[in-house]
């Protein structure tokens, strides 16, 4: 399995903001969509969001809607998640993953991420007072 190298996770109160980042560990994301994912002690992993190649497609869950954003530089070779207006149910561990078949198709945030391409080690994201 291809690796991914995240970073941008860390502790902020509630209204606060953070960005994430994503890379590929030793190849870059080009023609891949990419997913990111949060798990939460006792929870069931969710997707959150999912963007396109080169990113003209872009999908939210409804608990990240208006307020996450997520958006990748191409030139560069990174992915990110804007995180605004974070809320204590918003700390997880949160995942970035990678998937040459989706593409540029239109991505899915009901995706499971079985059978994806590329994961990320995980990022922690606190959200306290």
């Known amino acids: 399995q291809l690796q991914l190298v995240e970073s941008g996770g860390g502790l902020v109160q509630p209204g606060g903001s953070l960005r994430l980042s994503c890379a590929g560990y030793?190849?870059?994301?080009?023609?891949?969509?990419v997913y990111w994912f949060r798990q939460a002690p006792g929870k069931e992993r969710e997707g959150i969001s999912c963007i396109s190649y080169p990113g003209i497609h872009t999908k939210y869950a409804n608990s990240a809607e208006g307020r996450f954003t997520i958006s990748r530089d191409n030139l560069r070779h990174i992915a990110y998640l804007q995180m605004d207006n974070l809320k204590p149910d918003d700390t997880a561990v949160y995942y970035c993953?990678?998937?040459?078949?989706?593409?540029?198709?239109?991505?899915?945030?009901?995706?499971?991420?079985?059978?994806?391409?590329?994961w990320g080690q995980g990022t922690q994201v606190t959200v306290s007072s």
């Open positions: 993953a990678a998937d040459r078949k989706r593409g540029s198709g239109v991505c899915s945030v009901a995706d499971d991420g079985r059978g994806y391409d590329a």
């Open positions: 030793g190849f870059t994301l080009d023609y891949y969509a």
